[in-house]
């Protein structure tokens, strides 16, 4: 019982030394760029497929972890994103690069627009408002089969790799897919603290006292949903170039149950479990697939189950809690932090970083 009581409990961010922190993020994005250069084509698709679910794992654990929204319809704005890099690239040539601003704009409109009137709602009336558009899009993408090809899908044949750079088209995709995921963690990341982020954790846990204290909520969550979607979106045109195919039966429910699954096993509101999250999401199903078939359809809400009584917090908890002792102990600056106790009871370890 005491090892089940431990896991349950919310970890504080390691406080690491400002050299340690740096040396591990350099470690870290150089393994990520030699990765590709020494790996197979399969493995390189893994990756990427990695990187796109934490392009939009970022927007909805924001959404989702900090704000408090549960969205279960970011697989339309990951639709929306991959269609439209498939019509766009094969249809009217326009150049993949400028799929990406192109689609973050288009999807942060409609998700904006969207989130007006869905954002009125609470709970479990938003879960379901977005589970309905998340019901509708396999039918919504058949249904305007000549714009996108129906049952039948598009074939993608774009971004491939410039010939001065020496790369493989997978290579090169997947260098794609880090930077866009570098600068959503960046942008991501700096909004989850300070300011902004105790705002939004203020509009999770005490609405009414948020509004009071000044925040815009409306204002403020219906930005956050965009940005989410943008994200989403954004998410989409990567997958399109590393699928090279989009059909309607890839952004069912199920894609919007592993959104979901992705940011709860990784850590709600902890912008780096998204990482493990991603993980998780592109490797098990098929190491449970090589086992059973039928087991990977079950691994999402087993999973589910098992994380919501056993590991509330994700994987990050586990992370944390192991390496805290020691990397409490090795020596050197450390960034000023300050202890934020968070309007629920069972949070009185987290800290954040002003």
């Given at each position: 019982?005491?090892?089940?009581?431990?896991?349950?409990?919310?970890?504080?961010?390691?406080?690491?030394?400002?050299?340690?922190?740096?040396?591990?993020?350099?470690?870290?994005?150089?393994?990520?760029?030699?990765?590709?250069?020494?790996?197979?084509?399969?493995?390189?698709?893994?990756?990427?497929?990695?990187?796109?679910?934490?392009?939009?794992?970022?927007?909805?654990?924001?959404?989702?972890?900090?704000?408090?929204?549960?969205?279960?319809?970011?697989?339309?704005?990951?639709?929306?994103?991959?269609?439209?890099?498939?019509?766009?690239?094969?249809?009217?040539?326009?150049?993949?690069?400028?799929?990406?601003?192109?689609?973050?704009?288009?999807?942060?409109?409609?998700?904006?627009?969207?989130?007006?009137?869905?954002?009125?709602?609470?709970?479990?009336?938003?879960?379901?408002?977005?589970?309905?558009?998340?019901?509708?899009?396999?039918?919504?993408?058949?249904?305007?089969?000549?714009?996108?090809?129906?049952?039948?899908?598009?074939?993608?044949?774009?971004?491939?790799?410039?010939?001065?750079?020496?790369?493989?088209?997978?290579?090169?995709?997947?260098?794609?897919?880090?930077?866009?995921?570098?600068?959503?963690?960046?942008?991501?990341?700096?909004?989850?603290?300070?300011?902004?982020?105790?705002?939004?954790?203020?509009?999770?846990?005490?609405?009414?006292?948020?509004?009071?204290?000044?925040?815009?909520?409306?204002?403020?969550?219906?930005?956050?949903?965009?940005?989410?979607?943008?994200?989403?979106?954004?998410?989409?045109?990567?997958?399109?170039?590393?699928?090279?195919?989009?059909?309607?039966?890839?952004?069912?429910?199920?894609?919007?149950?592993?959104?979901?699954?992705?940011?709860?096993?990784?850590?709600?509101?902890?912008?780096?479990?998204?990482?493990?999250?991603?993980?998780?999401?592109?490797?098990?199903?098929?190491?449970?697939?090589?086992?059973?078939?039928?087991?990977?359809?079950?691994?999402?809400?087993?999973?589910?189950?098992?994380?919501?009584?056993?590991?509330?917090?994700?994987?990050?908890?586990?992370?944390?809690?192991?390496?805290?002792?020691?990397?409490?102990?090795?020596?050197?600056?450390?960034?000023?932090?300050?202890?934020?106790?968070s309007s629920r009871p069972d949070s009185r370890d987290l800290v954040t970083t002003p």
């Amino acid at each position: 019982m005491r090892i089940l009581d431990a896991l349950r409990r919310p970890r504080a961010e390691l406080d690491a030394p400002v050299w340690l922190s740096r040396a591990a993020v350099v470690l870290v994005i150089v393994l990520a760029a030699v990765a590709p250069l020494v790996s197979a084509p399969y493995v390189n698709f893994d990756r990427s497929m990695v990187l796109v679910y934490v392009v939009v794992g970022l927007g909805l654990n924001l959404l989702t972890g900090n704000t408090g929204q549960i969205s279960l319809g970011h697989g339309f704005f990951f639709a929306v994103g991959a269609y439209l890099s498939a019509v766009l690239i094969e249809n009217h040539g326009v150049p993949y690069l400028l799929l990406i601003p192109l689609v973050f704009a288009v999807c942060y409109v409609i998700g904006y627009l969207f989130g007006l009137p869905a954002l009125r709602l609470h709970g479990l009336q938003l879960a379901l408002a977005t589970l309905g558009l998340a019901l509708v899009t396999p039918a919504v993408i058949k249904r305007f089969s000549g714009v996108t090809g129906g049952h039948a899908g598009i074939n993608i044949f774009g971004a491939e790799a410039p010939e001065f750079t020496g790369l493989a088209r997978d290579q090169w995709v997947y260098y794609l897919c880090l930077v866009v995921a570098l600068v959503a963690y960046v942008v991501v990341r700096r909004l989850s603290i300070g300011r902004v982020g105790r705002s939004l954790i203020g509009i999770r846990d005490y609405e009414a006292v948020a509004t009071t204290l000044g925040v815009p909520a409306t204002r403020t969550k219906t930005t956050v949903f965009a940005l989410s979607a943008a994200l989403a979106g954004v998410g989409g045109v990567l997958y399109s170039f590393v699928v090279q195919y989009v059909g309607p039966e890839a952004f069912g429910l199920p894609l919007a149950i592993a959104f979901i699954t992705m940011i709860v096993v990784g850590g709600l509101a902890t912008v780096p479990g998204v990482v493990f999250g991603a993980f998780f999401v592109v490797y098990v199903p098929q190491w449970t697939a090589d086992i059973n078939q039928s087991a990977a359809g079950i691994t999402y809400g087993a999973t589910l189950i098992l994380f919501i009584f056993v590991l509330p917090y994700g994987l990050i908890s586990v992370f944390r809690w192991v390496l805290g002792p020691l990397v409490a102990r090795i020596p050197g600056r450390r960034r000023d932090v300050r202890s934020v106790v968070s309007s629920r009871p069972d949070s009185r370890d987290l800290v954040t970083t002003p």
